[in-house]
C-alpha cells in the first residue's frame, strides 16, 4: 500500500471510529440504565430488616436537556423490583423556569414508592437556576410530598428501627447539616442521605456511623478507560463514584445519576442502586 492510501484509510478508520463512538455517548448511553445490586451491612439492623432492599435514585434532572421519557421509563422498570425502602437523593430537575415544575409532576406520576418509606433529600439544582431560589425549593418539595415522598431536609425519620438523616444541599441556602446529625442515634441502624459527598470532609458528623448515600458527581458522565473522569464538581477528586470506605465507620456511596445534565455519557452509565440491607457484624 502506497503511503498516501495507508494515511487516507487510517483517516477514515479514525473519524468512523469517532463517530460511532459520539453517535453511543450521545445516543445510547444516557439512557442505557443499570440496576447495580449490593450489599449493605449495618450496625444494629433490626432482625425484621435482614435482606430487605433500599432502592437509591439520584439526579433524575427533569428538564430540556434530554428526553424525560427515559425517566419515566426506567421508574416503571424499578417499579417491578418491589422495593422496600426507596430514598431519593437530590437534583430532581434541571431548572430553567417553572416549566420544569410541571414537568417533574408529569413524572412523579410514575414515581417509585417503597413498601415501607420513601424518603427524599433536595440537590443543588434544585433550588433554581443560582442554587438559592428558596421558593423553587418548597415547590419542589411540595411536589414530591403530595405523592408521598418523605422529605428531609436537614431532619431524621425512623422506619421499623432504621433511622434516615437527611441532610439539605451542600450549595444551597438551608445548609445545616448539624441538625440531622444531631439526630444520629447510635443505638439504631443509621443511613444519611447527602446529595454532595464533598460534606463528607466537613466536621458535621457527631460521630456517625453507618452508610451515607449521595450522587451530585454524575460520576463525572464521561470517563476515558484507565483514566479519571474528566469533570467532577467535587473538591475531594476521591469521590467520583461507587463505594468509598471512609475509615471511621461511615461507608460512602455515590450514585452515578439517573438522568444527566447534558445529554452525554461514555463509560459511565446511568444507574438505580439496590441495597440489599445485612447485618454488620
Ligand atoms: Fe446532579
Redo the contacts with the bound molecule.
Keep these: 500500500m502506497k503511503r498516501r492510501s495507508f494515511v487516507k484509510k487510517t483517516f477514515q478508520w479514525v473519524a468512523g471510529l469517532g463517530l460511532v463512538t459520539g453517535l453511543y455517548s450521545w445516543q445510547i448511553e444516557p439512557f442505557w440504565m443499570q440496576f447495580v445490586y449490593l450489599k449493605m451491612p449495618l450496625k444494629n439492623l433490626p432482625d425484621s430488616l435482614v435482606g430487605k432492599t433500599v432502592m437509591q435514585i439520584s439526579?433524575v434532572?427533569i428538564g430540556n436537556s434530554f428526553d424525560y421519557q427515559y425517566i419515566i421509563d426506567s421508574f416503571k422498570e424499578a417499579q417491578e423490583l418491589n422495593p422496600d425502602f426507596v430514598v431519593y437523593t437530590g437534583?430532581y430537575v434541571t431548572y430553567e423556569d417553572n416549566e420544569q415544575l410541571n414537568q417533574l409532576q408529569e413524572v412523579l406520576k410514575s414515581v417509585v414508592k417503597g413498601a415501607l418509606g420513601t424518603i427524599g433529600i433536595l440537590?443543588n439544582?434544585d433550588y433554581g437556576i443560582d442554587f438559592v431560589e428558596d421558593d423553587v425549593a418548597q415547590k419542589i418539595t411540595k411536589s414530591l410530598e403530595d405523592v408521598g415522598v418523605t422529605m428531609l431536609r436537614n431532619d431524621a425519620i425512623e422506619i421499623n428501627g432504621l433511622n434516615f438523616l437527611g441532610m439539605d444541599d451542600f450549595w444551597g441556602s438551608n445548609f445545616y447539616p448539624e441538625k440531622a446529625t444531631a439526630k444520629y442515634n447510635p443505638e439504631k441502624a443509621n443511613i444519611t442521605l447527602c446529595h454532595n459527598p464533598d460534606v463528607c470532609d466537613l466536621p458535621v458528623w457527631n460521630n456517625f456511623n453507618g452508610w451515607i448515600l449521595s450522587?451530585?458527581t454524575?460520576g463525572g458522565q464521561v470517563k476515558p478507560p484507565f483514566l479519571p473522569a474528566l469533570i467532577l464538581p467535587v473538591k475531594n477528586k476521591n469521590y467520583d463514584a461507587g463505594i468509598k470506605d471512609l475509615k471511621d465507620g461511615r461507608t460512602l456511596y455515590i450514585n452515578s445519576?439517573l438522568g444527566c445534565?447534558r445529554q452525554v455519557r461514555f463509560n459511565v452509565r446511568p444507574e438505580i442502586t439496590v441495597f440489599e440491607l445485612m447485618k454488620k457484624v
Design positions: 439526579d434532572h437534583d440537590g439544582h450522587g451530585h454524575h445519576a445534565l
